[in-house]
Nanobody, 123 residues
């Protein structure tokens, strides 16, 4: 499956953005999906994950209550709604597809990655 992330941009602290991850080649409904982010000079870190059906979601503590992951399998797309953004959310955001939610916070559990979309939050 090929993944294309979009929706990033520049936003003021407290603002919102919605990221999209569109799949092609194979339906994303075949995969569990995750979002990761990588700040400048930092390692890539887990943000959120969602089961194939969308019925189960997981979040990093740093984004819990502010971010919402969802998926529309009919549109072959996964979303990350980001509210109450903070400057520390600034990063390149990547979507990824994998086979299992086990060890979902590890990048090694995901087989396919999108190209990333930049999110910049100004203070």
């Amino acid at each position: 499956v090929q993944l294309q992330a979009s929706g990033g941009g520049l936003v003021q602290a407290g603002g919102s953005l919605r990221l999209s991850c569109a799949g092609s080649g194979r339906t994303v409904s075949s995969y569990v999906m995750g979002w990761f982010r990588q700040g400048s000079g930092k390692e890539r870190e887990f943000v959120s994950a969602i089961s194939r059906s969308g019925g189960t979601t997981y979040y990093a503590d740093s984004v819990k209550g502010r971010f919402t992951i969802s998926r529309d399998n009919a549109k072959n797309t996964v979303y990350l709604q980001m509210n109450s953004l903070k400057p520390e959310d600034t990063a390149v955001y990547y979507c990824a597809a994998g086979d299992s939610l086990g060890q979902r916070t590890s990048t090694r559990r995901y087989d396919y990655w999108g190209q990333g979309t930049q999110v910049t939050v100004s203070s």
